[in-house]
């Protein structure tokens, strides 16, 4: 890799380092040490489908990163919130979203600019969110914000896990759910071969295929079906139930723990600001409509079927769209696993190293290990997306965004010598301050106090319900 030639490319106030056609911040790793020595068609075949580092591709990670599994959740929290309340969340919600992630790549920006000021090089090291907060703020704010970080996106490795055995039931209910979240997590242990976000290239693009495909079978197959027999659309009956289904919305939305992991896998950076709004407002056009018909088509029954799935008639475009996921999920759990391969690899001190991709590959394979033991501890397809996200989506990507950015521009020294300085449209500094105060203060009061509790009071009726270690949740009985 010494022979690698590196060229400096001033991006916006700071530096950043590129390798000539090969991978970006990873030496040691990935395709790009093979392209090089192999012949011109070869490399462009690897950079084609494995290297990717444009807008284009972080517009793909961050819409296929925000939905996966909660594509088939929303109807179930439409079943608890109502179809009005439903929309106003996932609009609400998806603006929210937005602007953290907007926050997340001011902070990245700054922290970067000030470290390759520094003359720091960042080419065997991938930035990450505990690291910015350390670096802008310190070490408190880095231990709270890797504690919220490596457990949400441990939980959100979780969470895909159980969906993968709860949507292959449907075509295949020889084994129970319990025996195939053993087999995916033996599957999805695979993604520790997988270097970084550079070489999800290919998987970015096809997952969101994957789920526009499913997302629209669910609405077109909803509205084929028509209303069922003696639907009843009563939602909101009841506060926890509705505050259950609001903070699944908070989840959905909130997928951008692994924003900074995607910024550094970009060739420039500065481009992010307006990806993930972008990547949002695609999404809304595929979870607006099939849970809207879902809900309009079931009503009522969907509270106690929290996979849409499961009031579907099995045709072939259904076991299509279950196959669809089920490799979406497989995607979408190496997007969750990465950040903490990363974290895993710096704590034991291999991250930087040039080492072998076998040899990394088994340096990463403990973090799969607790993963797969929660999965099948609480394999609460619906309720747990719900618990997760008011009890750390709220704190891991709004509200400590929001306050970590006031307190990087608390002093006049720092805005004055802000990278970013806040869009004119808002206000300058004090429409800033005034917005973050609210998304903190509202995330804080409605996400994690009322959340938290519908939802911890949800997932407690579902343990003394099904039980831990449950075989089958919500499985029909057998004849």
Known sequence: MASEKVETVVAGNYVEMEREGGDGERGGIGAAGGAASSGGRSKLVSNLFWHGGSAYDAW??????????????????????????GIAFQLFYGLMGSWTAYLISVLYVEYRTRKEREKVDFRNHVIQWFEVLHGLL???WRNVGLFFNCTFLLFGSVIQLIACASNIYYINDSLDKRTWTYIFGACCATTVFIPS??????????????TTYTAWYLTVAAIVHGKAEGVTHSAPTKMVLYFTGATNILYTFGGHAVTVEIMHAMWKPQKFKLIYLMATLYVLTLTLPSASAMYWAFGDALLDHSNAFSLLPRTPFRDAAVVLMLIHQFITFGFACTPLYFVWEKAIGVHSDKTTVLRRAAARLPVVAPIWFLAVVFPFFGPINSTVGSLLVSFTVYIIPAAAYMAVFASPAAREGAVERPPRWLGGWAGMYALNCFVAAWVLVVGFGFGGWASTVNFVRQVNTFGLFTKCYQCPPRH
Do not use: D, E, I, K
């Not at 990163?65 to 179930?76: D, E, F, G, I, M």
């Not at 999800?200 to 295929?209: I, N, T």
């Open 60 to 85: 793909f990670s961050c819409s296929s990163n925000q939905v996966a599994q909660v594509l088939l959740t929303l109807p179930y929290s439409f079943s608890q919130l109502g179809m009005a309340s």
């Open 138 to 140: 310190g070490s408190h």
């Open 197 to 210: 976000f550079h070489n999800y290239r290919m998987w970015s693009f096809l997952g969101l295929l994957m």
